[in-house]
Antibody
Framework: QLQLQESGPGLVRPSETLSLTCTVS??????????WGWIRQPPGKGLEWMGS???????FYNPSLKSRVTISVDTSKNQFSLKLTSVTAADTAVYYC???????????WGKGSTVTVSS | SYELTQPLSVSVALGQTATITCEGN??????VHWYQQKPGQAPVLVIY???NRPSGIPERFSGSNSGNTATLTISRAQAGDEADYYC?????????FGGGTKLTVL
């Protein structure tokens, strides 16, 4: 059974780059045709999908964030990562990693990583 | 961009049936997925592709999708069903979530 775990700094300064990593356990990241995505949730608000990546490196992003988001994969470490540039307080959120089929449901989620943007 | 509209809140008496709607332009032509999120926890998939339950999800949870409205139905509501519920679709290679509905069990 696949499990996901987010890791990364809990505090990021404004204008800097937010970086998070999601480690996949219980199977290879190339398994079962999964895509691997990032979803965030600002305090008291709803879910926002940021983008997803296939183990081959193929990516697709939310158009509203595309200019600031990069998602990459490291199959040797069974990890995928998120970078969000030029952060502001509006990027303060819980960041989740999740797995999903091709344009399909998200059935495996990490527990979430809280990131605060503040000086 | 595609938008999904959910009611902010729904209340249901214990043991009764709760209905949560998700409205979107011609949503009936898309696969709709539903997630349950309890405070401080990650979302959990409760319905996928309109009306399918993942393993471990009670039969009390069901879904439908037609026209411009998808619906999540929770029968015989229990206190443990109290949570936020989100619908989700894919549109133009973009995952779109509804704004979420807070279900209160009275």
């Amino acid at each position: 059974q696949l499990q996901l775990q987010e890791s990364g700094p809990g505090l990021v300064r404004p204008s800097e780059t937010l970086s998070l990593t999601c480690t996949v356990s219980g199977g290879p990241i190339s398994s079962s045709g999964y895509y691997w995505g990032w979803i965030r949730q600002p305090p008291g608000k709803g879910l926002e999908w940021m983008g997803s990546i296939y183990y081959s490196g193929s990516t697709f992003y939310n158009p509203s964030l595309k200019s600031r988001v990069t998602i990459s994969v490291d199959t040797s470490k069974n990890q995928f990562s998120l970078k969000l540039t030029s952060v502001t307080a509006a990027d303060t959120a819980v960041y989740y990693c999740a797995g999903h089929g091709t344009l399909d449901y998200m059935d495996v989620w990490g527990k979430g990583s809280t990131v605060t943007v503040s000086s | 961009s595609y938008e999904l509209t959910q009611p902010l809140s729904v209340s249901v008496a214990l043991g009764q049936t709760a209905t949560i709607t998700c409205e979107g332009n011609n949503i009936g032509s898309k696969n709709v997925h539903w997630y349950q999120q309890k405070p401080g926890q990650a979302p959990v998939l409760v319905i996928y592709r309109d009306n399918n339950r993942p393993s471990g999800i009670p039969e009390r949870f069901s879904g439908s999708n037609s026209g411009n409205t998808a619906t999540l139905t929770i029968s015989r509501a229990q206190a443990g069903d109290e949570a936020d519920y989100y619908c989700q679709v894919w549109d133009s290679n973009t995952a779109v979530f509804g704004g979420g509905t807070k279900l209160t069990v009275l």
